[in-house]
């Protein structure tokens, strides 16, 4: 079975803090992705990448950046935390079928 | 621009019923349509992925087809179980990287004991 793990699943930070979000998966997928979701607005991307040290702006990149230096590794951070950012991180990989990690709660005070 | 919508955005049924949950697009273009469930603060587990050249994907009680010409595609669940309530959310792929996953913001299925 594809497995995506996430480093934590729930997290509380402050104002302004650096958070670093990381995902691993285990099996040799090309793609992965970081996406929030938030009531009423569903899931929105954040980054993409599709190879290591390549990644893609997705719909919200605003305030977030990653990092791919493994192929199973993809890293959020962000830079600045603020209350806005409040969200569901989900990770997810693929190479055609997209498998999801089970997601980070994180509260910004 | 894709747009994904999943109508009704909640349905509430007793056990033992049949249902279809409905994924429409914009953009016909499609590489392929991926079924999801999601939990309650959990992550997404993919329940089907249907090929743009295929009609149609099973997987026990489920069945999903795609009509691609019409920007259509439904999930059909057989003999609805309490088990099987949960938000799904249905993804189109229309390739292109970063553009290409759309999702819809999903069905709220309650399946009354």
């Known amino acids: 079975d594809v497995k995506v793990t996430q480093s934590s699943r729930y997290l509380v930070k402050r104002t302004g803090e650096k958070v670093f979000l990381e995902c691993v998966q285990d099996?040799?997928?090309?793609?992965m992705f970081w996406y929030r979701q938030d009531p009423g607005l569903g899931l929105r991307l954040i980054y993409f990448?599709?190879?290591?040290?390549?990644?893609e702006k997705g719909d919200i990149p605003e305030g977030y950046s990653v990092s791919r230096e493994k192929k199973e590794r993809f890293s959020l951070i962000l830079e600045s935390a603020s209350t806005n950012q409040t969200s569901m991180y989900l990770c997810?990989?693929?190479?055609?079928?997209?498998?999801f990690g089970p997601g980070t709660r994180l509260t910004v005070l | 621009k894709q747009e994904v919508t999943q109508i009704p955005a909640a349905l509430s049924v007793p056990e033992g019923e049949n249902l279809v949950l409905n994924c429409s697009f914009t953009?016909?273009?499609?590489?392929?349509l991926q079924w999801f469930r999601q939990d309650p603060g959990k992550g997404l587990t993919s329940l089907l992925l249907?090929?743009?050249?295929?009609r149609e994907q099973t997987s026990g009680r489920l069945n999903a087809s795609l009509d691609k010409s019409s920007g259509r595609s439904t999930l059909y669940i057989a003999a609805s179980q309490p088990g099987d309530s949960a938000t799904y959310l249905c993804?189109?792929?229309?390739?292109?990287?970063?553009?290409?996953?759309?999702f819809g913001k999903g069905t709220h299925l309650i399946i009354q004991p």
């Open positions: 997810a990989s693929s190479n055609n079928e997209q498998f």
């Open positions: 099996m040799d997928h090309e793609n």
């Open positions: 990448s599709y190879d290591v040290k390549m990644k």
């Open positions: 953009d016909s273009a499609i590489y392929n």
């Open positions: 249907i090929q743009s050249s295929q």
């Open positions: 993804a189109v792929f229309s390739g292109g990287g970063a553009d290409g996953l759309t």
